[in-house]
């Protein structure tokens, strides 16, 4: 095995089961809060947006959940995913270091999120849902939604933040090939979207205000929930099979990893790789720094509070106890759309408070610099939210050169980029931009967030 280039499972070998860090964590998590009594959200507080199943895994105290055999078929048609050693490009940085990604691009939808789309669709086509809402950035939870309501029968209705529905029309076909039935968003199907599109008839859009559409659509409609592609516990613990696989892949080669690093939007890709590693790290087993990475432009971890606020623009989700930016936090439009969100999943937010991991921030420059050396080397073409984890896993290699260490670093390539060619267009022609962003804007935002007594 000393001269492989990725290290592949066999169906057999797929992790049968998704891992849930809740009961291992050493402090447990706030809870969520009902917006209007401020108590503890109850399992009907959901039962709205929600089937049965999905609350009670976002709830659930129990270590490990069983996948269905109905989505361990689905998940054949692109798991167990490959996980590569970056050969080319350790030789390129002329780094001692050992560079592994694994790479979730080989999914329909091109990223790591019909990992939690499809169990979200089969659980609600059991309970006899007819149709499912969302909302998307960029298109990918869009697109992966799509796709997995079209495996079991499912509709499928989507929010598409106005600016990328307008940037990204192939995105949009994709989710129409598949099914899905899209509006740019703010929309004129709902009184919100109604009222901003009044203030600004070219509104660009945001994900929060496109949540606060696909939520207000879902309880007014009938047969009908609402499907998150990220923040929440039980779509970070359906992205777990990432991070299940990825240990059984790295034991092949007798390695763990000393460094681990993930782009961090919601904090779902970066949930499922880095968990099952946390697990390890508090059994004893092995000791990785673990680090989030997200966008200067849209700095939740590193310039955020950790407080409780919405989900949504609108103020409609439960209360989260969350690293926010503030629900009305509107970022510069960065070509990583999906790391554009004011929140992060309460779950990674709490094993950042309690030290448990890092984060960092890099500007889309140095993004797209590292991701272009990438794909000359290895081939493969990120998108846009990736670059991030790239760009933090070559700051690392070349840390390595410089001291001689020679760490095994692990990260997460978690989609393609072959529908934003846009920005990398952007990038060789030299017109790309950082954003600074000023204290200013996160105060303004932050002005917003609802004052709790302790
Ligand atoms: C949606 C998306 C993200 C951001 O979401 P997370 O929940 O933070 O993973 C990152 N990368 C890709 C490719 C995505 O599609």
């Known amino acids: 095995m000393s001269d492989y280039t990725k290290i592949l499972l066999d169906e057999s070998e797929m992790p049968s089961q998704w891992y849930n860090i809740v009961p291992d964590l050493p402090v447990p998590p706030p809870p969520q809060l009902h917006p209007g009594t401020l108590q503890p959200a109850t399992a ?48 390129l940085l002329d780094t001692p270091a050992k560079i592994f990604y694994k790479y ?27 149709k499912l809402t969302t909302e998307t950035g960029a298109g990918q939870w869009g697109s992966a939604l799509a796709f997995a309501c079209a495996q079991f029968g499912l509709e499928c209705e989507i929010w598409q933040v106005a600016a990328s529905y307008r940037a990204k029309p192939h995105r949009r076909t994709m989710m129409e090939v598949w099914g899905g039935k899209v509006h740019p968003s703010p929309s004129e199907i709902t009184e919100f979207g109604r009222s901003l599109l009044a203030e600004n008839p070219d509104h660009p859009g945001s994900l929060g205000i496109a949540i606060s559409e696909a939520v207000s659509e879902t309880v007014t409609g009938d047969n ?45 890709n970066f949930g499922g790789l880095a968990f099952p590693f946390l697990r390890e790290k508090l059994a004893g087993n092995m000791n990785p720094v673990i680090r989030c990475v997200e966008p200067t432009a849209c700095p939740t971890l590193t310039r955020g509070q950790f407080r409780y606020d919405f989900g949504d623009t609108a103020g409609l989700t439960p209360l989260m106890k969350m690293h926010t930016l503030g629900h009305s936090f509107i970022p510069e439009p ?16 709490h094993v950042y408070d309690q ?38 896993a070559v700051r690392e290699a070349l840390a390595c050169k410089e001291s001689g260490e020679s760490k095994t670093i692990l990260t997460a390539l978690c989609g393609h980029g072959h529908l934003d060619l846009a920005s990398y267009d952007q990038f060789l022609r030299g017109e790309m931009r950082d954003h600074e962003l000023s204290e200013e804007a996160i105060a303004e935002a932050m002005a917003g967030v609802p004052v709790l007594a302790d």
């Not at 709830?59 to 050969?87: C, N, T």
């Open 44 to 91: 009907e507080d959901f039962a709205a947006l929600f089937p049965k199943a999905l609350i009670e895994q976002e709830m659930s105290q129990e270590r490990y959940i069983d996948i269905p055999g109905d989505v361990m078929d689905v998940y054949k048609l692109w798991r167990p995913s490959p996980l590569f050693r970056a050969r080319r490009l350790e030789k």
């Open 104 to 130: 979730e691009g080989v999914s329909p939808a091109g990223s790591h999120k019909p990992n939690t789309a499809v169990p979200q669709a089969w659980y609600n086509a059991q309970e006899g849902i007819r």
């Open 224 to 268: 009908c929930r609402y499907a998150l592609g990220s923040v929440l516990n039980h779509v970070l613990m359906h992205q777990t099979v990432i991070g299940e696989e990825a240990l059984l892949q790295l034991a092949k080669v007798g390695e763990t990893p000393d460094v681990l690093v993930g782009c961090t939007g919601g904090g779902s």
């Open 334 to 349: 960065i070509h990583a759309g999906g790391l554009r969100y004011h929140g992060m999943a309460p779950l990674v937010s």
């Open 355 to 392: 030290g448990l991991v890092e984060a960092i921030a890099i500007p889309q420059l140095e993004c797209f610099s590292g991701a272009v050396q990438f794909a000359r080397c290895e081939g493969i073409l990120p998108a846009p939210e990736p670059t991030h984890a790239i760009a933090a």
